[in-house]
Each structure stands twice: as structure tokens, then as C-alpha cells.
């Protein structure tokens, strides 16, 4: 009953769409949606991403030499987040043309992107917390974030 209206409270609750994207040390790409994403602190400027013990992303994140980037979505961005959100078609998710994979991964034409390195983490149940410590950023002017709420995007 409890984890039920947990999740009904959790729907309730708005939050802007992400891109979290990082290589492994093979170079190969990996990508996955989140809404699980927040700032932590200013100095120096960080934030925190919780990601699923069963993410593919996961492993190559816990590592203390780890950089990754935070694609904040705008609203026309909606196929993407979906496409990212899906197990079955994680093979398609870098033909999308706005990708850039010279360095760390990154959507062009996003709201914002926040380059980290990976400062800590955090293990807790079937997540891991990661802390990225912001080195780059970047952001487009006039707000158009891609919200999810209710179980929909916004």
C-alpha cells in the first residue's frame, strides 16, 4: 500500500527531462533518460544523478576518472527521451543526427548541457546516487524544458 501511493505522490511530482550520456574506456557511447536529476551545490557547481542498478550506463559511471554529460531536453526533444528510456532499442539510440561523440556525448540543440566529472557515489538499494562535479556547460536562451508529470511528457 505504502510503495502504491509512493508512486502516486511521485506522479504528482514534475520534473525536467534528461539525457545522461558517457563512453566507456572502449569509446562506445551509452546514453539514458532521467528525471532523477537535480543540483546539489554551487561551489563548486554540482549536481546529483540517480541511476538504475540495471541501466547499461551504470558501471562505466563508477569510476573516479568518469566524465559524463547531463542533456537537459527541450519539448520537441520527446523522441529522444524516449528512445533513451527503452531497453529493447539501445542500439538505436545514437542515430540521431544532433549527437555529438567527439568527446563526452552530447545532445546538440538541448536546452542546456552540463559536462561532469564523476566526484562520488553512492550506493543505495537499486540505485546508485552520482555526484558530477559541472566543468563545462553549456545553454540555450529562452526556456522550452521538456517536463514529465502523471506519466507524461509536458
Known amino acids: 500500500m505504502l510503495q502504491q501511493e509512493f508512486l502516486k505522490s511521485m506522479r504528482y511530482l514534475a520534473a525536467s527531462v534528461s539525457i ?10 551509452y546514453a539514458m533518460t532521467a528525471s532523477s536529476v537535480t543540483s546539489l551545490t554551487l561551489e563548486p557547481p554540482s549536481i546529483l544523478v540517480c541511476v538504475n542498478h540495471d541501466a547499461s550506463i551504470h558501471d562505466h559511471l563508477l569510476n ?16 529522444i527521451a524516449t528512445l533513451c528510456s527503452i531497453k529493447e532499442k539501445e542500439d538505436q539510440r545514437f542515430e540521431d543526427k544532433n549527437w555529438n561523440l567527439n568527446s563526452v556525448p552530447f545532445l546538440q540543440g538541448s536546452q542546456s548541457n552540463l559536462f561532469c566529472n564523476v566526484k562520488k557515489y553512492l550506493d543505495y538499494e537499486t540505485h546508485t546516487i552520482i555526484i558530477g562535479e ?13 517536463m514529465y508529470a502523471n506519466g507524461k511528457y509536458l
Do not use: R
Open 20 to 29: 545522461i550520456s558517457a563512453k566507456d574506456s572502449n569509446d562506445k557511447p
Open 64 to 79: 573516479d576518472e568518469a566524465k559524463f554529460c547531463v542533456n537537459l531536453l527541450k519539448k520537441n526533444q520527446q523522441d
Open 134 to 146: 559541472v566543468y563545462q556547460s553549456h545553454n540555450d536562451d529562452g526556456f522550452d524544458t521538456l
